[in-house]
Structure formats: structure tokens, C-alpha cells
């Protein structure tokens, strides 16, 4: 089964408006990384979180991390009709090798 | 720079064919991953490269998949005889080592198609 888990797994808002996602996954973690996917591309790297970080910003992006309730969410500030995207986040485990991602959210933002 | 690129960037096949899928990593990565991402869904893990060995080949969803990675740089996903439920987009990551918090930087992934 799939390590990271987003919700929701849609989401519609208005151009300006904050959208949050919300990832949770169950086993221990090194990092947990947010990708964003267009329509029919391939996935970009938005940010990465370490284990023993809370809070990251990149722009208009906010990423917090709770390893006591394994979770993370990601917040888009002032959102734009480009933001429209599928969001994914993906754990690297404390075994190495892989990240392991979930199924992700889709974003909608409307002009 | 030049980023991860994979080729062809689409694949039609007859069930039963045999595909190769190649991709290109970035130069000096010495991680090389392929996932597999069916419509709609979250990414699958298939295998994992370090340099040209293959530590984690855990994803690989059965005997019909195969990966290999030469020269610590280009791999090649050959799936033997497709099956319609190997249609999907095949993305591969390459990252700078494999240390814990390495980014990984995708490629634009290879659409496939089984008849």
C-alpha cells in the first residue's frame, strides 16, 4: 500500500484564495518531498522537508511536518489559475532505496 | 543544464510485443529510479539504481519487467510480452547520490500504450 497519502483528493477554488493539502503517511521517515504535475507532464519538485524540520517556505509555498501525528501539509498562498496541478507527496523511508508516493490532490484554481 | 529525458516520449505496441524504454539522467547522478503511473493514480515504485546495481528491484510487478543501468548512467525498462494493464506513463528520477534528503529530479516520462 501506498506510503503517503494526500487529502483531498480534489480541490476547486477561487484565483487568490489559499488552497492546503494535506499529506499523511505511517512508518518512519527521513524526508517527505511535494511534487507538482501538469496535465500530461512530468513531475516537478516543489520542496522538500528533513525529519527534524517543522516549517519550510519557498514562495508562495508553506510546508509544515508533524512526525508525531505523520503528517505534512502544504499551503499555496494568493493562488493562481496556473497553480492548477495535481500535488503529490512522496516519504523517503528509513530504510534506504525508495520514496514512496501517494495518489495526490488535484487543484483547481478558477480565474 | 539538460534534465532527466526519457525516450520515446510515446509507445503504441500490440499486446504480446516486447518495449524498451530509455532514460537519461542527469550527469553525475549516480541514483537512477523508474516509477509508473497509471491514469489517475499516484506514482509506483519499480526499481531503484545505485550506480549500475540494482539494491531495491521490489516494484517490479513481475518476471515480464526488467531493468538495467550501464556505465552508471543511461538505463533501459524492457517489459516482454505487454499486457493492456501495462499501459501507463513510465517516469524515471535520477538524484545526485543516494544519501538520505536528495532531491529527485524527474524526466518527462514515457507514455505507454498496449493494444
Known amino acids: 500500500s501506498q506510503q503517503g497519502e494526500e487529502d483531498p483528493q480534489a480541490l476547486s477554488i477561487q484565483e487568490g484564495e489559499n488552497a492546503t493539502m494535506n499529506c499523511s503517511y505511517k512508518?518512519?521517515?527521513?524526508?517527505l518531498q511535494w511534487y507538482r504535475q501538469n496535465s500530461g507532464r512530468g513531475l516537478v519538485h516543489l520542496i522538500l522537508?528533513?525529519?527534524?524540520?517543522r516549517e519550510k517556505h519557498s514562495g508562495r509555498l508553506r510546508v509544515t511536518l508533524d512526525t508525531s501525528k505523520k503528517s505534512s501539509s502544504l499551503l499555496i498562498t494568493a493562488s493562481r489559475a496556473a497553480d492548477t496541478a495535481s500535488y503529490f507527496c512522496?516519504?523517503?523511508?528509513?530504510?534506504?532505496?525508495?520514496?514512496?508516493f501517494g495518489d495526490g490532490t488535484t487543484l483547481t484554481v478558477k480565474p | 543544464g539538460a534534465g532527466v529525458s526519457q525516450s520515446p516520449s510515446n509507445k503504441v505496441t500490440e499486446k504480446g510485443k516486447d518495449v524498451e524504454l530509455r532514460c537519461d539522467p542527469i550527469?553525475?547522478?549516480?541514483?537512477l529510479y523508474w516509477y509508473r503511473q497509471s491514469l489517475g493514480q499516484g506514482l509506483e515504485f519499480l526499481i531503484y539504481?545505485?550506480?549500475?546495481?540494482?539494491?531495491?528491484k521490489s516494484g517490479l510487478p513481475s518476471d515480464r519487467f526488467s531493468a538495467e543501468r550501464t556505465g552508471g548512467s543511461v538505463s533501459t525498462l524492457t517489459i516482454q510480452r505487454t499486457q493492456q494493464e501495462d499501459s501507463a506513463v513510465y517516469l524515471c528520477?535520477?538524484?545526485?547520490?543516494?544519501?538520505?534528503?536528495?532531491?529527485?529530479?524527474f524526466g518527462p516520462g514515457t507514455r505507454l500504450l498496449v493494444l
Open positions: 528520477a535520477s538524484s545526485l547520490a543516494r544519501r538520505y534528503q536528495e532531491t529527485q529530479y
Open positions: 512508518t518512519s521517515i527521513n524526508n
Open positions: 522537508i528533513r525529519s527534524n524540520e
Open positions: 512522496a516519504t523517503e523511508g528509513t530504510n534506504a532505496g525508495k520514496s514512496t
Open positions: 550527469s553525475g547522478h549516480t541514483a
Open positions: 539504481f545505485q550506480g549500475n546495481s540494482a539494491p531495491d
